[in-house]
């Protein structure tokens, strides 16, 4: 007899672990998944800043299922710090009018900047510096 593990449990275990390293809420991360030809799950990793309630992409992953993309994303959320770059964005957007800023880690400046506009249109935004941090 062969024992079927519940693929809803193990999906909200490793949501929980990536929760965990990253040291956030429930509030501030968003697990948004889509599924693509072939039946493949797409996962966005959305975090939400409470200090000014705007969300912003994390991360993407892509697996063949739901658990697959959620193993990929902990991998990653376990090892992003040593092999991604941190950039700090200063930013205002067209209803806020003060100036805001985020941190982002990413493969480079284009990328980050892909983050932060992530499911907005561009023309909503004002960035008005993107830098890369010193490495430490």
Known sequence: MEIRTDVHADAARVQNEIKTY??????????EYTTLEGGKAKLDLITVNPRHNQSFLFRTEIGLDKVEALIKMLDYVKSY?????????????????????????????????DKLYYGRDVNTM???????NPMT
């Open 22 to 31: 990253l040291g956030l809420k429930s509030s501030e991360l968003i697990f």
């Open 81 to 113: 710090r040593e092999k991604e770059y941190s950039y700090t964005i200063q930013w205002v957007s067209k209803e806020m009018r003060e100036l805001q800023t985020s941190y982002f880690r990413a493969k480079n400046m284009y990328d980050a900047l």
């Open 126 to 132: 004002t960035v008005y510096s993107c830098v890369l």
